[in-house]
């Protein structure tokens, strides 16, 4: 490959480059650089230098904003452009627009194009490789743009002026400025490389990034392009090799949904990955080996521990990037608190923190952006919540929840101490028995709090109880006053143009969403409390008047709240007028379920359908969104409507009524609760029965009034996402999805003008990046635990190979089909066949209507209460909950026997 003399070099053959040149190869290209002069197995590649760069700008009438300028003559020069009426954003656009527009001179395309030739032309990868990056000032990871599939002479110039068109950015300029770095600091060199067809891709980490162990490396590998599992889109395998021997101490198999692919335009886009692959490992045993040697030579290589990109294509694997590890292993395990400002040191060891029951609005893995919400209704909201439902003393709040990897966790000890101001909860045994997973031994566990209120303060305590309980009493009130706020807050939100809002009006409106949020909290939070305690009650005279029969469940099962099956039979119901109307029937069998809305939309009966059938169904049920509910990355229903129309199709395509299923489960619990409660005595028939009753009302009062928090919640993600979008406008974000990175006061305060674009420099961004795509790679933390986690001690658990997988009962019965496990509601519920026992991780009110069609539940976390337990109840079949592995355990097409009444999950044949 010809390239110019070193001095003056504008294109380099990254085999024979200066590898210390890192001012003109940018840190990618010095990297790759190194690693393909040691004989690596990198694809060849070479570099568009910074001098060709700065060449480029020297011919052309941008240099002056690059070149030789300090900050005063750029912020000169910017304003005469905004005087011709361009906005500091649209000035930007309109440069990036002429670096993208620019022809290349002559001799500069030429080498490129020799360069090119050199590589065997082909599909190849182009990179910006920014010269300030990873410096030990400021990183500009994230600002500029990479380009994969290119083919062709001219794209390949094109993607070229593209990357130099990321300087240009506003996002760039606006760090630029918070860094205090000069445009003539500022420079970008190109890596062409030649593209790896990968088939596996993933990163390996030279030393454990969570346990901060030095004596093991950490393996991620995923199907597809390595881009979607960089950025956290795609589910990974897990093995952790010990550096010594190089021997696989843990592997984690898991379902494998989506792969990322490269699209025409050079971005990437996500696919679903063919079912027979899912739960396929991404890579075999050897080649998790080979890969850990080459990275040994890796860290070798920089004299310090890495974070290597790899992909694998035809039976060999090959190094794509290699950069120091973000945050250096410490060299032994590194403990997590979920409370890091706990102070006390008994209290931090010897908190129970848990997982179990926190509700499908917080279950899951959550964004930065929405742990901290939940840190602010903590510490705004949650206090006065515990003041309506009758706890006096609320003081010291902030235990009350904290994050293990993103994960939220309820604080059990601090719960019962607040508890305790309760009559019916002096005794904390049975509240920490009820969130105690197997792994703590609660028998023996004792609180670090003090105990409860006594003397004076105790009776104070518990007249104020019972001065709040005057709430129960109008528990219809309640109902009607949720119904009629949830209806008309939808029905204000649902058709507005947030765009056209001022910045004050927009502020101003977030400011009323808390308000409301909070409003809406109190109005659930007392239902929420008796439910919990009748539920509680219910379990306990089941123990006592029915023992030793099995009969607890089924007895529950007569009590199920009815809202969410609501779901489910107003679906139907909509599928039930699809069938009636043709062209409505063929949009939906035919049009795939992210398109539907559109392809109604655009038609006249399809729009009359949307008036008639889809716009009701919306406003009763269009704030759900699958879980967790309270992470503001997933939009409800009202906003992408796409489950709605996968699982209508199902509906549409299978012949059933709704009515029929429920009429079956109906009977059969009523036969068995007048059997059930005939046997008891008198007394202790109305006892039980006033208990049944008690948690029928409060259960169902519950769910309805949550609806109403869970509208104002949808309301302030709405307008969240407004801000966002306006943000992106100002150069702080790259995308609307970048606030899942910025913390909820931030924002809020943003939109108040407490906060300036200054306030969110890109480093904090990235770092909360890098820290979410950590929580997601990573394994779930126990259910429980006590005091700070080693995450280490959840890495080396391998995956589970007992074919007998135990949990909770918690709907009766015996069931067996084909498994399908379904990780992704939204993407898979047109896969779901009748008949198939539903095996997930979790699921909330937006898995209701594929339960009518299913044989039987398992799920990884839940209990009694939980979503799956309450409509696996309602529709009659069995459900076998917190089993922890069966997402991972079982695999599609596996035969598998359900026992709802014994909690066992047998795989009887493997498919």
């Known amino acids: 490959m010809e390239t110019t003399p070193l001095a003056t070099a504008l294109v380099l053959d990254l085999g024979d480059a200066d590898a210390s040149l890192a001012s003109s190869l940018g840190g990618k290209g010095a990297n ?31 240099g002056p904003l690059f070149l030789g300028a300090d900050e005063a003559g750029t912020e000169d020069l910017l304003a005469s452009l905004e005087r011709t009426g361009w906005s500091r954003k649209e000035t930007f656009e309109r440069l990036q627009d002429a670096i993208r527009t620019a022809g290349i001179p002559g001799e500069l395309a030429r080498e490129i194009a020799g360069a090119y030739e050199g590589l065997g032309r082909g599909k190849v990868a182009v990179r910006s490789s920014g010269t300030d990056e990873d410096s030990a000032s400021a990183s500009f990871a994230g600002q500029y743009d990479t380009f994969l599939s290119i083919e062709g002479d001219e794209a390949l110039l094109s993607a070229v002026r593209k990357c130099w068109a990321s300087v240009a950015s506003y996002r760039s300029y606006v760090y630029r400025k918070q860094g205090g770095i000069s445009p003539a600091e500022l420079a970008i060199a190109v890596v062409v490389q030649r593209m790896v067809p990968a088939e596996a891709s993933g990163v390996l980490f030279t030393a454990d990034p969570v346990g901060g162990g030095r004596d093991r490396m950490v393996v991620e590998a995923g199907w597809g392009l390595g881009e979607g599992i960089v950025n956290g889109q795609v589910a990974t395998d897990s093995y952790v090799v010990e550096k010594g021997t190089l021997r696989i101490i843990s592997r984690v198999v898991r379902y494998k949904l989506r792969e990322s692919a490269a699209r025409p335009d050079g971005g990437t886009s996500l696919a679903l990955v ?38 694998a294509s035809d039976g060999r694997l090959f190094l794509l990037q290699a950069r120091p590890i973000t945050a250096p292993a410490a060299g032994g395990p590194a403990l997590v608190d979920a409370d890091p400002e706990e102070t006390d040191p008994s209290i931090r060891a010897g908190t129970l923190w848990s997982m179990m029951d926190t509700g499908e609005a917080t279950t899951g893995i959550m964004t930065p952006l929405s742990q901290d919400f939940m840190l602010y209704y903590r510490d705004e909201i949650h206090p006065k919540c515990l003041r309506v439902s009758g706890i006096w003393d609320v003081s010291n709040n902030r235990p009350a929840v904290g994050y293990f990897q993103g994960r939220c966790y309820l604080n059990v000890s601090h719960l019962a101490h607040k508890f305790s101001q309760i009559p019916l909860f002096k005794d904390p045994m049975p509240l920490l028995r009820r969130f105690s997973s197997e792994e703590v031994d609660v028998e023996k566990y004792r609180t670090p709090y003090p105990s409860g209120a006594r003397g004076l303060a105790a009776v104070r305590a518990t007249l104020y109880w019972l001065s709040q309980q005057w709430r129960l009493l109008l528990w219809k009130r309640a109902r009607r006053k949720a119904e009629e706020r949830r209806a008309a807050r939808y029905a204000e939100f649902a058709p507005r143009d947030l765009t056209r809002l001022s910045s004050e009006e927009l502020a101003r409106e977030i400011e009323k969403a808390l308000a409301l949020v909070d409003e809406s909290g109190l109005n659930y939070f007392p239902f929420y409390f008796v439910a919990f305690a009748a539920y509680d009650a219910l379990t306990q005279l089941c123990k006592k008047f029915l023992p030793g029969e099995g009969l607890e469940q089924k007895l529950k099962a007569d009590v199920s709240e009815l809202r969410t099956i609501d779901v489910t039979t107003d679906l139907w119901q909509l599928a039930e007028k699809a069938k009636a109307d043709p062209e409505v029937r063929r949009i939906l069998r035919e049009t795939p379920p992210a398109g539907v809305k559109d392809a109604l939309l655009s038609s006249e009966r399809g729009r009359t359908f949307w008036k008639a059938a889809v716009e009701p169904l919306l406003a009763r049920h269009g704030v759900r969104g699958k879980p967790p509910e309270m992470e503001f990355m997933n939009l409800r229903w009202a906003d992408d409507p796409t489950l709605l129309f996968a699982m209508a199709r199902t509906y549409v395509e299978k012949d059933f009524k709704v009515e029929d299923v429920l009429a079956k489960g109906e009977k059969d619990r009523s036969r068995f609760t007048r059997e059930a409660l005939a046997r008891l005595p008198w007394a202790k028939r109305k006892a039980l029965g006033a208990v049944v009753r008690l948690y029928y009302v409060f259960g169902e009062t519950r769910e309805i009034t949550r609806m109403w928090a869970m509208c104002e919640t949808w309301a302030l993600q709405r307008l969240i996402r407004e801000l966002g979008r306006r943000m992106v406008e100002k150069g702080i974000l790259r995308s609307v999805e970048e606030i899942a990175f910025v913390p909820f006061r931030d924002l809020a305060a943003f939109a108040s003008g407490a906060k300036t674009p200054a306030d969110f420099p890109r480093s904090k961004i990235e770092a909360n990046r890098r820290a979410h795509l950590q929580n997601l790679r990573v394994p779930d933390p126990p259910l429980t635990i006590v005091g700070p986690y080693d995450p280490s001690r959840r890495l080396i658990v391998d995956e589970a190979a007992t074919d007998v997988l135990s949990g909770v009962g918690t709907s009766p019965g015996h069931a067996e089909g084909r498994a399908r496990v379904v990780l992704d509601v939204d993407a898979q519920a047109a896969e779901f066949q009748p008949g198939e026992v539903l095996v997930a991780h979790f699921t909330n009110a937006t898995w209701t209507p594929l339960f009518i069609t299913a044989a039987a539940v ?30 991972r355990a079982i695999r599609t097409g596996d035969r598998v026997i359900v026992d709802g009444d014994a909690g066992k999950v047998r795989i009887e044949r493997r498919g």
């Open 32 to 62: 790759l650089a190194r690693m393909i002069q040691a004989d690596l197995p990198v694809p060849p590649a070479f570099a568009v230098t910074a001098e060709a760069f700065r060449s480029f700008l020297a011919g052309s009438e941008l």
């Open 274 to 311: 063919p079912q027979d692959r899912r739960d396929r490992p991404a890579l075999c045993d050897e080649r998790v080996v080979e890969l850990a040697r080459l990275a040994t030579r890796v860290r070798d290589l920089f004299g310090r521990e890495q974070d290597v990109e790899w992909a």
């Open 858 to 887: 398992v799920v990884d976390l839940g209990s009694v209460l939980a979503h799956s337990a309450i409509v696996a109840r309602e529709y009659g079949i069995p459900c076998v909950a917190n089993t922890l592995v069966a997402t």
